[in-house]
């Protein structure tokens, strides 16, 4: 018996060691535990649209000691399914980044579905021969498994390992995603000698930030390194939902950046990664898809440049008559990127390019002509907006000409036959670019700022014959709305097929004859004459309801979140005016008009004003939108929301006629 209470004894103290050191290396939460409470909950408190929620997430990310994949990541997930739309969540697809023989691998892993069933917790598992992983092109694989048995109502989790080789990134984590999260946790361990640049991305507010230190935490080989650990957490995570007005999502996920600046070998020798702009200047004026493409196209080009700019007396005129040159050289080839990866020889023979290849020849022609001209290398909209705290070439993806003109930078676009000069496209509109000089000390950040609005004017004027009114309309449009309406021009093919295109979208009108005045000039507005005609309906009860906002009529808010954590961009600023007018006949009264009204935003932002008057016979209206700025900030979201409703609530309004 006394042996056998020692053996007894042995085997809890054994037991109570494991666990002791499995509570003090288990991190984030218990796989396989799920609650009662979880299993039964059908909507998610602070946002009942969500069709799903995350629970909890941890990660941990952390170099191993051995191997060539040695940066790991610890990653686990619960998933509420709310709604139908919710149950894609059960499908996972982990991209996997390869170049050449160094790739990423998944690991370890491992997946349950959970059910409540007659009273009862019912799991599923998910099995090895449903995690696939295929080639997706040079650059990635990715791997994808779908949970079983999963339903609304169900709860899943998913764990398991990244392994990877690309240590220059770390792990970037994500907070936030598409739907809410009840709580992300991440933890980073980073050896002392490793040294990252860290940045958190996003409006949303830690709830936990703490950094300590681990002894002797990386050992490879017979070195010895310590490690920070550090742990961040968010509670509460709204979900990122897309709106109207937005820049790149990824500019807004709250989560937390990493870029490896030095590595501090055991050897003693310490490498380098994170450069400054001189470095950065310095490597793209030497750089033979750069700054040697710059230096071959001012030979290219020199005959057509001295032959151009002949007989012009100001800067002006010769960067305007470069630029025009350069734009009816090129057709753009759809290609982004900063460099001329087919050199500029080839294009120019080709007459076809990148966007480098173009924009990097035009710099060289205005150079040629001797004016000071540099390129300026920026992110599109799509991109997202590059990181202003150290250079990372990767965020950039394309390149414009600048050329100084009075004391002003003016930003030239050559690889849109329709883009006047100093209009950059929409996409371009993207916080800020850099300047990359011939001197690395003049390098610096150029605002992308729009030289023209979103304008447009509209007079339309009708009067009442028999059972239709007729009459005329103008439509005249500036700067970016000039743009477009070429755009749709040139993509109809003819000025006959844009009017046929038109009269398929207005459903409420009848075009009976139709010009067009400068489509091809662009440095004028354009102008659209019509004659139209509106069939009524029979009169009800003698009374006619006409709305006087026939066209660009705002019919919904494009601001439908209570509340917005970034910003508002149009790109550019917004001004529209329309007037009406109607002439009453003279057998009918007036019994309604649209309420004048009056709403500015504060500290000048914009405003929006409609003024209905009826007199000699005659109803105006008169509708002026104007947005003075390009961006707004989160906390003008909810005035900006306030102005757009009454726009829209407005535009809904009637004329009402009642016959005598």
């Given at each position: 018996?006394?042996?056998?209470?020692?053996?007894?004894?042995?085997?809890?103290?054994?037991?109570?060691?494991?666990?002791?050191?499995?509570?003090?290396?288990?991190?984030?939460?218990?796989?396989?535990?799920?609650?009662?409470?979880?299993?039964?909950?059908?909507?998610?408190?602070?946002?009942t649209?969500?069709?799903?929620?995350?629970?909890d997430?941890?990660?941990?990310?952390?170099?191993?000691?051995?191997?060539?994949?040695?940066?790991?990541?610890?990653?686990?997930?619960?998933?509420?399914?709310l709604?139908?739309?919710?149950?894609?969540?059960?499908?996972?697809?982990?991209?996997?980044?390869?170049?050449?023989?160094?790739?990423?691998f998944?690991?370890?892993?491992?997946?349950?579905?959970?059910?409540?069933?007659?009273?009862?917790?019912?799991?599923?598992?998910?099995?090895?021969?449903?995690?696939?992983?295929?080639?997706?092109?040079?650059?990635?694989?990715?791997?994808?498994?779908?949970?079983?048995?999963?339903?609304?109502?169900?709860?899943i989790?998913?764990?398991?390992?990244?392994?990877?080789?690309?240590?220059?990134?770390f792990?970037?984590?994500?907070?936030?995603?598409?739907?809410?999260?009840?709580?992300?946790?991440?933890?980073?361990?980073?050896?002392?000698?490793?040294?990252?640049?860290?940045?958190?991305?996003?409006?949303?507010?830690?709830?936990?930030n703490?950094?300590?230190?681990?002894?002797d935490?990386?050992?490879?080989?017979?070195?010895?390194?310590?490690?920070?650990?550090?742990?961040?957490?968010?509670?509460?995570?709204?979900?990122?939902?897309?709106?109207?007005?937005?820049?790149?999502?990824?500019?807004?996920?709250?989560?937390?950046?990493?870029?490896?600046?030095?590595?501090?070998?055991?050897?003693?020798?310490?490498?380098?990664?994170?450069?400054?702009?001189?470095?950065?200047?310095?490597?793209?004026?030497?750089?033979?898809?750069?700054?040697?493409?710059?230096?071959?196209?001012r030979?290219?080009?020199?005959?057509?440049?001295?032959?151009?700019?002949?007989?012009?007396?100001t800067?002006?005129?010769?960067?305007?008559?470069?630029?025009?040159?350069?734009?009816?050289?090129?057709?753009?080839?759809?290609?982004?990127?900063?460099?001329?990866?087919?050199?500029?020889?080839?294009?120019?023979?080709?007459?076809?390019?990148?966007?480098?290849?173009?924009?990097?020849?035009?710099?060289?022609?205005?150079?040629?002509?001797?004016?000071?001209?540099?390129?300026?290398?920026?992110?599109?909209?799509?991109?997202?907006?590059?990181?202003?705290?150290?250079?990372?070439?990767?965020?950039f993806?394309?390149?414009?000409?600048?050329?100084?003109?009075?004391?002003?930078?003016?930003?030239?676009?050559?690889?849109?036959?329709?883009?006047?000069f100093?209009?950059?496209?929409?996409?371009?509109?993207?916080?800020?670019?850099?300047?990359i000089?011939?001197?690395?000390?003049?390098?610096?950040?150029?605002?992308l700022?729009?030289?023209?609005?979103?304008?447009?004017?509209?007079?339309?004027?009708?009067?009442l014959?028999?059972?239709?009114?007729?009459?005329?309309?103008?439509?005249?449009?500036?700067?970016?709305?000039?743009?477009?309406?070429?755009?749709?021009?040139?993509?109809?093919?003819?000025?006959?097929?844009?009017?046929?295109?038109?009269?398929?979208?207005?459903?409420?009108?009848?075009?009976?004859?139709?010009?067009?005045?400068?489509?091809?000039?662009?440095?004028?507005?354009?102008?659209?004459?019509?004659?139209?005609?509106?069939?009524?309906?029979?009169?009800?009860?003698?009374?006619?309801?006409?709305?006087?906002?026939?066209?660009?009529?705002?019919?919904?808010?494009?601001?439908?979140?209570?509340?917005?954590?970034?910003?508002?961009?149009?790109?550019a600023?917004?001004?529209?005016?329309f007037?009406?007018?109607l002439?009453v006949?003279?057998?009918?009264?007036?019994?309604?008009?649209?309420?004048?009204?009056?709403?500015?935003?504060?500290?000048?932002?914009?405003?929006?004003?409609?003024?209905a008057?009826?007199?000699?016979?005659?109803?105006?209206?008169?509708?002026i939108?104007?947005?003075?700025?390009?961006?707004?900030?989160?906390?003008?979201?909810?005035?900006?929301?306030?102005?757009?409703?009454?726009?829209?609530?407005?535009?809904?309004?009637?004329?009402?006629?009642?016959?005598?």
């Open positions: 018996m006394i042996f056998v209470n020692i053996r007894l004894a042995l085997c809890l103290a054994f037991v109570l060691i494991l666990n002791t050191a499995y509570s003090q290396f288990y991190h984030g939460f218990e796989f396989g535990k799920i609650t009662y409470d979880e299993l039964t909950m059908r909507t998610y408190a602070l946002d649209a969500a069709d799903a929620v995350v629970l997430e941890f990660g941990e990310a952390y170099f191993d000691n051995d191997g060539e994949n040695n940066l790991l990541l610890e990653y686990h997930v619960k998933i509420k399914i709604k139908t739309g919710g149950l894609q969540r059960a499908n996972f697809r982990v991209l996997l980044r390869k170049n050449g023989t160094s790739k990423e998944l690991r370890n892993v491992s997946g349950i579905s959970f059910n409540f069933q007659n009273g009862t917790i019912k799991e599923a598992a998910l099995s090895p021969r449903d995690i696939r992983t295929t080639a997706l092109n040079q650059a990635r694989d990715e791997t994808n498994f779908a949970l079983p048995e999963v339903r609304v109502g169900s709860v989790e998913v764990r398991y390992t990244l392994e990877s080789p690309f240590i220059f990134n792990y970037p984590w994500k907070f936030q995603s598409d739907i809410p999260k009840v709580r992300s946790e991440f933890w980073a361990r980073i050896p002392a000698n490793y040294n990252y640049n860290i940045s958190l991305r996003g409006f949303l507010q830690l709830s936990k703490e950094t300590t230190l681990v002894k935490c990386f050992t490879p080989g017979a070195n010895r390194a310590d490690c920070s650990l550090s742990k961040y957490v968010i509670n509460n995570i709204p979900a990122l939902v897309d709106e109207d007005f937005m820049l790149a999502r990824s500019n807004f996920l709250a989560g937390i950046d990493y870029e490896l600046s030095e590595i501090k070998r055991f050897t003693g020798v310490t490498t380098k990664f994170t450069k400054t702009w001189k470095d950065v200047v310095r490597e793209l004026n030497t750089d033979e898809e750069f700054g040697a493409q710059i230096r071959k196209a030979n290219l080009w020199q005959k057509q440049v001295e032959k151009e700019v002949l007989g012009k007396s800067p002006r005129e010769k960067a305007q008559a470069i630029y025009e040159l350069i734009k009816g050289w090129y057709l753009w080839n759809e290609y982004y990127g900063i460099v001329s990866r087919e050199g500029v020889k080839k294009a120019y023979d080709e007459r076809k390019g990148s966007i480098a290849s173009i924009n990097l020849s035009l710099v060289a022609a205005l150079q040629q002509a001797g004016l000071q001209a540099e390129p300026v290398i920026l992110a599109t909209r799509e991109a997202g907006l590059p990181n202003q705290l150290y250079p990372i070439i990767s965020d993806d394309y390149v414009v000409a600048s050329v100084v003109l009075d004391d002003e930078y003016y930003l030239l676009d050559a690889s849109d036959p329709l883009l006047p100093g209009l950059l496209p929409r996409k371009c509109l993207n916080g800020t670019g850099r300047l000089p011939r001197k690395d000390e003049d390098s610096k950040w150029i605002d700022k729009p030289r023209e609005k979103d304008k447009t004017q509209i007079s339309l004027n009708l009067k014959n028999g059972n239709e009114f007729t009459g005329e309309m103008v439509i005249t449009a500036f700067g970016y709305d000039a743009l477009d309406k070429r755009r749709e021009i040139a993509k109809a093919g003819s000025e006959e097929k844009y009017r046929e295109a038109l009269q398929k979208k207005s459903s409420e009108f009848e075009i009976l004859e139709f010009t067009l005045e400068n489509p091809a000039d662009l440095s004028k507005p354009v102008l659209e004459k019509y004659k139209v005609k509106l069939s009524l309906d029979e009169p009800h009860a003698g009374t006619l309801y006409i709305n006087p906002f026939l066209v660009e009529r705002w019919t919904v808010n494009p601001f439908k979140s209570n509340e917005r954590n970034y910003p508002v961009d149009f790109g600023p917004l001004e529209s005016t007037m009406f007018s002439e006949p003279a057998n009918y009264v007036v019994d309604e008009i649209p309420a004048s009204t009056a709403l500015a935003l504060p500290q000048n932002g914009g405003r929006f004003l409609c003024n008057t009826h007199a000699a016979g005659k109803i105006t209206v008169t509708s939108i104007n947005l003075t700025r390009s961006v707004y900030s989160s906390t003008e979201y909810h005035t900006l929301k306030e102005l757009f409703s009454r726009i829209v609530s407005m535009h809904q309004s009637h004329i009402v006629l009642k016959h005598k």
